[in-house]
């Protein structure tokens, strides 16, 4: 099933790039070099995300089942939007 008609990124693609560490959609986006577009993707993304944390995943090498930090990273797409991007 696709996830990101933009970027035709599927569930699986979006599945692996969250074993490999991604936590939220932007860095998702940040794994396979691309950013936010049209954002109707990222819903999906975030509840994905939380699901595969809620799980706990064990094939997750970095994998911790913490709340989210109270400081986010940097937005996928600050130098376009310094105000910030919703898919943190």
Known sequence: MYVCI???????????????????PASVFRHYERQVQCGKCVPMMREMAQSHCANQCHSCSTHTATPQP????????AESFPYGVAAE
């Open 70 to 77: 109270a400081l986010l990273p940097e937005p996928a797409n």
């Open 6 to 24: 933009c970027h035709a990124l599927n569930d699986k693609q979006v599945t692996k790039a969250l074993e490999n560490g991604a936590r939220t």
